[in-house]
């Protein structure tokens, strides 16, 4: 089950134009099992109507203090059984009033009586974004421990272009998501490497492997939702998980300087599928069938740099390693651990049905430098990265 299903969230609507955005948020945290409360604001209701969001919500929308029979308190009952409370899209307005304390309508009235998160989501013109007093309320919030979700580039109301863009839907969700999640990361750093290296025949031939990169996206995902800032070393082009650092590499050379050039990970998960063997004299210019001659490639070994980073891994750094097999995996996969002096080694027997490249499942034993032999039976590789980082955070201490 996701960390959303059953949590009881309060959905502040404010006046932006932004606020048809919020619809589908609305129904992206339904979808993902919470219970949605909306509120939504004098300004909202000029926007979208509250048929829309009763409509798709948990419960029909709410926007006054006053006249509900069933509930002639209801911000001290909606603050109260909150799980937390996503404002969203949030004008310089609300924000101005979270900052102060104002108890102005039922919105802020809501958030003043809870003590659950509250995370705001800004939304307003670059103008208005830029303006110190909307800069210094935000900072104000921050310092208190309210959660903000960045504004993004892009178009705005009017035609205009700029800065102060509703962050996308599901970036909005990741945030709820993650202001819900045991934050057991936080202020780590986690580097994580995911894909097949590709190694170049010529310019448009590579050696690869069926490696897709999905457990280290997970892995990524995973951790920064356990509030880690994440650095994910990538060959594949597909776009990072929300708030993650993503850098782009081919060949296990590029993978092996990228790796190296992060000195303050406490967390290594070198999910990657790094090549063992590349052409070692890749052509420069295409080879052509013209040519006549079918070109024999001659291999060389790439560089384990997983070795290095077990030789000089700092104190306190926890170094995790996988193992695909297909042969003899506990064997195997101790013998890579030992020999690349790693904490954790995640094997799996890649012959099994579901298990390993490709699939979004998978089945793993995690093995200690301790000694001790986890089995995760066949399940998604988000739950797969879950249960690693669970042991990896209890490393860490
Ligand atoms: N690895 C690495 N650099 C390489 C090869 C592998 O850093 N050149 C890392 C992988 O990312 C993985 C671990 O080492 O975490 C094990 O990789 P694997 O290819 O399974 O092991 P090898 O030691 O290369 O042994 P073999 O291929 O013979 O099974």
Same mark, same amino acid.
């Given at each position: 089950m996701g960390t959303l299903a059953g949590k009881r969230i309060v959905l502040g609507v404010t006046g932006g134009i932004a606020a048809y955005k919020a619809v589908e948020v609305c129904r992206r945290l339904v979808d993902a099992g919470a219970h949605v409360q909306p509120v939504m604001t004098d300004g909202a209701l000029k926007m979208v109507g509250a048929t829309t969001f009763s409509a798709l919500a948990s419960e029909t929308v709410r926007t006054s203090l006053f006249g509900d029979p069933e509930s002639p308190i209801p911000h001290t009952q909606m603050g109260q059984a909150a799980d937390l409370v996503l404002v969203c899209p949030a004008t310089a307005r609300i924000i101005s009033d979270i900052r102060t304390g104002r108890s102005a309508d039922l919105l802020t009235s809501t958030i003043l009586a809870t003590r659950a998160p509250v995370v705001v989501c800004p939304a307003m013109h670059t103008e208005m974004w830029e303006q110190p007093a909307v800069q210094e309320n935000l900072e104000v919030l921050e310092q208190r421990g309210v959660l903000i979700v960045p504004p993004e580039s892009g178009r705005l109301a009017g035609g205009d272009l700029g800065h102060g863009r509703l962050a996308e839907p599901a970036t909005v969700v990741a945030h709820v998501e993650r202001a819900l999640t045991e934050q057991d990361l936080l202020g780590r750093h986690v580097l994580v490497t995911a894909g097949g290296t590709r190694e170049p025949i010529d310019p448009v031939r590579v050696i690869s492997n069926r490696s897709t990169g999905k457990q280290g996206y997970a892995f990524a995902e995973e951790a920064w939702f356990r509030g880690a800032q994440v650095t994910l070393v990538t060959t594949v082009e597909t776009p990072e998980p929300v708030g993650v650092r993503r850098v782009n590499v081919q060949t296990a050379a590029d993978m092996q300087r990228a790796v190296e050039s992060v000195d303050d990970a406490d967390i290594i998960v070198m999910a990657a599928a790094v090549a063992?063997?590349?052409? &070692? !004299?890749?052509?420069?210019?295409?080879? =052509?069938?013209?040519?006549?001659?079918?070109?024999?490639? +001659?291999?060389? =070994?790439?560089?384990?740099?997983?070795?290095?980073l077990g030789e000089k891994?700092? !104190?306190g750094q926890v170094l995790i390693g996988f193992a695909a097999e297909t042969d003899d995996l506990v064997d195997n996969a101790? &013998?890579? +651990? &030992?020999?690349?002096? +790693? !904490? +954790?080694?995640?094997a799996n027997d890649v012959t099994q049905p579901g298990v390993g490249f490709g699939h979004d499942t998978n089945e793993v034993l995690i093995i200690d430098a301790n000694g001790s032999c986890e089995h995760v039976p066949l399940t998604d590789k988000r739950d797969i990265a879950r249960r690693v980082l669970d042991t990896a955070a209890n490393k860490l201490g």
């Open positions: 063992d063997f590349r052409p &070692a !004299d890749p052509a420069e210019h295409k080879l =052509k069938k013209t040519d006549g001659i079918v070109p024999q490639i +001659l291999l060389e =070994k790439t560089h384990d740099f997983l070795v290095d891994k700092p !104190d101790k &013998a890579k +651990l &030992a020999r690349k002096k +790693l !904490d +954790l080694i995640v």
